[in-house]
C-alpha cells in the first residue's frame, strides 16, 4: 500500500517512521531542496510524545540535543531589575518528562530515524490530489498512491487543495511570533534574557550545542496584520515598528534581524476544521490542528497525532474508511483541550495591560519561591490546565500491522 506524505519538518518523518514500522510503502515529499535547517526554535516534548520518542529509539538523541536552558531573568519596561525564575519549577509543573530541544535538531533526528526505509523527494510539492489518489507534482511528475497525507504545517498545500483556503479554517488568536538566529553576544548558557511590557515581549536564548543564539519576539495587536507569509522584508518592518522604543538589548537584536537569514514570523492562529479528513487524503500536526504556535503544544500534539494515525491505519489493515475517523476520535479531545491551553497561555504569556503585567510578575514571584513539589502538587489539581499534556493515554498498536488487521 502506497502512501504520501507532504511536509517533511516533524510531523511528516514522525509518521513516516511508524507507517514504515508497520508495513506501508511510504514517500515523504518536501518543498525545500533539502532538509530545513533555518535556524529554528525551541520546542517542547511532554511526556506523551517522549514516550513515543522512547518506542522509537531515538530517545537518547534527543536527549543529547537539548538546549539546557534552565534560568529566566526577566525585565520589566520602567524596571530595572529583572524578574528571576528558575524554569524546572514551572516545568516539573507542567509534565514529569520533558525536554526542550530545538525545532530542526529533531527534525533531523526524525530523517535520520527514517531515510534508509523512506523515500524522500526534495524540491517538490503536490500541484493537484484527484478523488483517486492520482498526484501531479510542482515538477509535472505524476504518480498514483493509495492516501495522501498532508503533513506540511499551518499554511498546508494539501490543505489548501483538498479542503479549500486557509481563512475558512483558522482562528487568529490576538498575536504574532517572531525568531531569529543571531549572534550569542551575551554569552547565554543555560539561561535566557528578555523584557516584557504591555502587549510585547523579546527576549534571547542559547542552546548548550549552540554558537550562535535565537532572538524571541511575540507582541499582540488590536488587530490583524496585512502581510504575505512569505514576504519577509515586510515582516522585519511590521516587528521593528511594533518593538521601536524598548530598551535593554532590543535595539541590537534588531539589527542582527535584519542582518540575519534565518527569520521565522507568523500569527499565533488556530486552526478549527470540523473534520481532518476527505476522501483518500488526511492532515496530521499543525496542517490539521495547529492550536497556535509557541502556546500550544503544536509539536508534542503533531508527535502523538502521527503515532495514532499511523497506528489506526495499521489496525484496520490500510481501510482509511475505518482507520481515518477512529484517528480523529482518539486525537479529537487533546486537540480540543490543546486549543483552550493556548488561548488561555497566549492572554498570558503577553500581557495585555499594566495589570496583567503586574499579575505576571507576582505568579512568577510566587512559583519561583514555592517549593517545587508544591507547585507541582498544586499543578496536578487539574488535567485541564498546565498538566493536559500528561494526562493523554497512548494505545499500544504494536500488536498490528498491514498484513494483520483487527
Same mark, same amino acid.
Given at each position: 500500500m502506497r502512501i504520501l506524505i507532504s511536509g517533511a519538518s516533524v510531523a511528516g518523518p514522525a509518521l513516516a517512521y511508524w507507517l514504515n514500522r508497520y508495513g506501508f510503502a511510504v514517500t515523504v515529499v518536501e518543498r525545500a531542496p533539502t532538509l530545513r535547517k533555518t535556524g529554528g526554535h525551541a520546542i517542547d516534548l511532554f511526556r506523551p510524545a517522549m514516550d513515543i520518542a522512547e518506542q522509537m529509539g531515538i530517545l537518547d538523541r534527543v536527549l543529547a540535543k537539548k538546549t539546557g536552558t534552565e534560568h529566566l531573568a526577566m525585565y520589566r519596561e520602567g524596571h530595572d531589575r529583572p524578574i528571576e525564575l528558575e524554569l524546572r519549577r514551572?516545568?516539573?509543573a507542567v509534565s514529569d518528562r520533558h525536554v526542550e530541544i530545538m525545532r530542526d535538531d529533531l527534525s533531523e533526528i526524525l530523517y535520520d530515524a527514517t531515510r534508509a526505509d523512506v523515500e524522500y523527494v526534495f524540491g517538490d510539492s503536490i500541484a493537484a490530489i484527484s478523488d483517486d489518489g492520482e498526484v501531479r507534482f510542482d515538477s509535472g511528475r505524476e504518480a498514483a498512491y493509495d492516501l495522501v497525507i498532508g503533513a506540511d504545517g499551518l499554511h498546508s498545500t494539501v490543505r489548501r487543495l483538498v479542503f479549500?483556503? !486557509?481563512s475558512r479554517f483558522s482562528t487568529w488568536i490576538g498575536a504574532y511570533l517572531a525568531v531569529a538566529s543571531v549572534p550569542n553576544h551575551l554569552g /547565554?548558557?543555560? *539561561?535566557? !534574557?528578555g523584557i516584557t511590557g504591555v502587549g510585547r515581549m523579546a527576549g534571547m536564548y542559547g542552546a548548550a550545542h549552540m554558537d550562535d543564539a535565537r532572538a524571541l519576539f511575540l507582541? @499582540? %495587536?488590536p488587530r490583524q496584520l496585512d502581510y504575505h507569509h512569505r514576504d519577509v522584508a515586510r515582516q522585519k518592518q511590521? /516587528? @521593528? !515598528? *511594533?518593538?521601536a522604543g524598548v530598551g535593554w538589548e532590543v535595539p541590537r537584536l534588531m539589527d542582527e534581524v535584519d542582518r540575519t537569514s534565518a527569520f521565522y514570523f507568523d500569527s499565533i492562529t488556530q486552526l478549527r476544521l470540523d %473534520?481532518?479528513? *476527505?476522501?483518500r $487524503? %488526511?492532515? $496530521?500536526g499543525d496542517a490539521g490542528y495547529c492550536p497556535g504556535p509557541a502556546v500550544g503544544g503544536s509539536t508534542s500534539l503533531a508527535v502523538v497525532g502521527a503515532y495514532i494515525l499511523a497506528g489506526e491505519l495499521a489496525a484496520y489493515g490500510g481501510d482509511h474508511l475505518r482507520a481515518f475517523p477512529a484517528y480523529e476520535a482518539e486525537i479529537g479531545d487533546y486537540v480540543r483541550r490543546s486549543r483552550t491551553f493556548a488561548i488561555n497561555a497566549a492572554k498570558r504569556i503577553v500581557p495585555g495591560s499594566r495589570f496583567d503585567l503586574s499579575a505576571l510578575a507576582a %505568579? $512568577?514571584?510566587l512559583i519561583d519561591h514555592l517549593p517545587v513539589g508544591l507547585t507541582r502538587a498544586a499543578a496536578k489539581i487539574s488535567s485541564k490546565g498546565v498538566r493536559l499534556h500528561d494526562s493523554i493515554a497512548l494505545k499500544d498498536y504494536s500488536a498490528f500491522t498491514v498484513a494483520g488487521a483487527r
Open positions: 514551572v516545568l516539573s479549500g483556503p !486557509e /547565554l548558557d543555560g *539561561r535566557m !534574557e507582541f @499582540r %495587536t511590521l /516587528l @521593528r !515598528e *511594533r518593538f %473534520t481532518w479528513s *476527505r476522501g $487524503v %488526511t492532515l $496530521v %505568579t $512568577v514571584w
